[in-house]
C-alpha cells in the first residue's frame, strides 16, 4: 500500500525496550502494512544470555521490526523497533540515526530491565515517551512510584498502554507524536 497523496509529513520513530518487553508486538498491533520482523528463534546459546521478558518466549528480534502508520491522513510514522538485547546496542545506536524521537516500552514486572534503553536514549538526546506495557500479571503502580523509579523528567510523558491492543499502541504513539510537536514548539524562538 502506497502512502496517501493526501500525507503532509513523515517521521522516524524508535521503539525500543528490553528483551521481552512487546516491540515487535505493538508494531505489529498498530502497523497498516505487513510488518517486516526479523524474528528468529532463541538458540540455547542466547537463551542463556537473552534473560528477562516473557518466560515462554522462544524468538528475539536479531536486527529490527518495521512498520508504518498514517495518523489523521497526513503524518506517517515509520516504525522502527530495535532489538532489546545489550549485545545489540551497536545496531540500536544505528536505527536512531534520523528518527524524531522514542517510545519506550517498560515493563513493571522488571522496571530495572528498562534503565539501559532510556539512558540510551537520554545519550543520544532523543526526545522519548515511556509507555508502560501491562502484562496480565503485571503489578501496577502509581504514576509518581513509575516516574521516581525511572528517573523520568518531569516534561517527560508516562502513559500505560496494552501492546496487543491496537487503539492503545496507536494512543501510546499519539502520546509521543504530541510530546515532539510541544517540545519543537516550546523551543521555536519568538
Known amino acids: 500500500m502506497y502512502v496517501r497523496s493526501s500525507v503532509a509529513g513523515a517521521a522516524k ?8 518487553v512487546g516491540k515487535t508486538t505493538l508494531i505489529g498491533a498498530v502497523s497498516e502494512i505487513r510488518p517486516l520482523s526479523t524474528e528468529a528463534v532463541m538458540t540455547r546459546a542466547g537463551a542463556r544470555v537473552d534473560t528477562g521478558g516473557e518466560r515462554s518466549k522462544r524468538t528475539t528480534t536479531v536486527a529490527l521490526d518495521f512498520g508504518r502508520i498514517t495518523i489523521d491522513g497526513e503524518l506517517v510514522l515509520y516504525l522502527f523497533g530495535t532489538p532489546g538485547q ?5 545496531t540500536w ?3 536512531a540515526r534520523g528518527a524524531l524521537g522514542a517510545l519506550a516500552l517498560v515493563d513493571t514486572r522488571d522496571l530495572e530491565a528498562s534503565f539501559d534503553s532510556i539512558g540510551h536514549l537520554e545519550d543520544l538526546d532523543l526526545p522519548f515517551s515511556v509507555a508502560v506495557n501491562l502484562f496480565p500479571d503485571s503489578p ?3 504514576e509518581g512510584e513509575l516516574r521516581a523509579a ?7 510523558p508516562l502513559v500505560v498502554c496494552d501492546a496487543r491492543d491496537g487503539e492503545s ?3 501510546a504513539l499519539i502520546s509521543l507524536v504530541t510530546h515532539l510537536v510541544n517540545s519543537a514548539t516550546d523551543s521555536e524562538p519568538s
Open 13 to 20: 520513530i524508535l521503539v525500543v525496550g528490553p528483551f521481552g
Open 86 to 90: 545489550p549485545r545489540f546496542l551497536p
Open 93 to 95: 545506536r544505528e536505527l
Open 140 to 142: 501496577r503502580y502509581a
Open 150 to 156: 525511572l528517573d523520568l523528567l518531569p516534561h517527560t
Open 169 to 171: 499502541s496507536l494512543r
